[in-house]
């Protein structure tokens, strides 16, 4: 009879072998996506602040070398205003384009 411990001497290894398959089962069916979650979040919480860096050196970058580029008009103290006024200007239209396209947006979702 199969499954009879008593007369069966592979019955204890196929009850583990089927142990085996229904843990490994389980892990694969909650275990796996909740790794590839966890992983997914970890790489991009890396990949936001590598981005965030990058996007502050850029600014630091454009910051100076405007600076440097203006101080060939103008005294040194001078530049550095106009250029965080030239940067700022930048900002401000990128946001109110922005800001004019989110309206439109909302008006044509409406």
Known sequence: MPGNPLTDPEWAAET???VVQLVGSVRDKTT???IHAARGLVFGVIALFLGLFAFVAFLMTLTRGMQA???LGMDEARSVYVSYLII???FCLIGLLLFKKR???AAESA
């Open 103 to 105: 309206a439109s947006v």
């Open 88 to 90: 700022g200007g930048i």
């Open 16 to 18: 583990t072998e089927k």
């Open 32 to 34: 796996r996506p909740v």
């Open 69 to 71: 580029l203006l101080d």
